[in-house]
């Protein structure tokens, strides 16, 4: 059985997996070893700490509920529609997956900044988006967005269609057939993208500070925090550092189904 279930899993494959998984994992270990463990109360419950973390928490679960409501009707119409300009709208979706972040803040402040394509129409309405906490969620969610729909376009491809041809000769109408078949089929693949989703949002850091800037209670997320930590206390810098690494493993290891990654 053994012999089996590791036939496609050379030995040669182990050192140079230890080796990755070192990589990964001992940058981010080193990282206690710079700790002054006894100022480590004081450094994480000081008042711009629990701020940034609050506002950093408020906004990426904020972006994650956006990035379900785009990103559930966009990833199903790539898996499921045959229009030919779908191979267009599937590169220009990934977009923000390579390009770098502060590239997706300038496209942002293009278009919703005060001198950017809708943003001077808002503001003629009395609505301002640019330097906002609204900023901060609208940069997190576009460079999240890619990660939910490219985890359920997937799940959806996987889960094909059978049992919705199946709801639909019974007499289901297609949105009851998202809602009651297609929908709990992937919920794990669902499940996974928005986990992937929100914890690509707590770490946002170049769209945030070009769009939304660094002010303190409302755009400076916990990334942008260290950022200005590293130059003036590398000590506190470190502290919140793990602050945010230990946020992140409890969202991605405690958050998700299991099996869902």
């Known amino acids: 059985m ?31 070893t ?26 990426s679960t904020a972006s994650t509920v956006l990035c379900l409501l785009l990103g559930i009707p966009l ?10 300009w779908l191979g267009v709208l599937r590169s220009l979706v990934l977009l923000p997956l390579v390009l770098p972040p502060v590239v997706g803040g ?8 005060r001198q950017g394509l809708l943003g001077a129409e808002l503001e003629a309405l009395g609505v301002r988006i640019a330097f906002t906490s609204v900023a901060v969620v609208l940069a997190q969610t576009f460079v999240s967005l890619p990660f939910l729909v490219v985890s359920l376009e997937g799940a959806l491809r996987t889960a094909g269609e059978r049992y919705d041809v199946v709801a639909a000769s019974l007499g289901a109408r297609p949105t009851t057939v998202l809602r009651r078949v297609t929908l709990p089929l992937v919920l794990p693949g669902l499940a996974s993208g928005a986990v992937l ?56 290891g405690l958050v998700r189904p299991k099996g869902a990654l």
Do not use: K
């Open 75 to 84: 990833a199903t119409v790539l898996a499921r529609s045959e229009a030919r």
């Open 2 to 32: 053994s012999r089996t279930r590791h036939v496609g899993l050379p030995r040669w494959l182990l050192a140079p997996a230890l080796l990755a998984g070192l990589f990964v994992v001992l940058p981010v270990a080193s990282m206690t």
């Open 34 to 59: 710079r700790i002054d463990w006894g100022e480590l109360p004081s450094l994480v419950t000081s008042e711009a700490a629990r701020s940034a973390l609050v506002l950093s928490l408020r906004t």
């Open 197 to 252: 989703a929100f914890a690509r949002s707590l770490g946002e850091f170049g769209a945030t500070i070009t769009f939304a800037g660094s002010l303190e209670g409302t755009t400076r997320t916990l990334p942008l925090l260290i950022y200005n930590l590293r130059v003036t206390d590398a000590d506190a810098a470190v502290a919140m550092s793990l602050v945010l690494v230990v946020v992140a493993v409890l969202v991605i």
């Open 106 to 113: 300038i496209a942002l402040l293009s278009a919703f900044g």
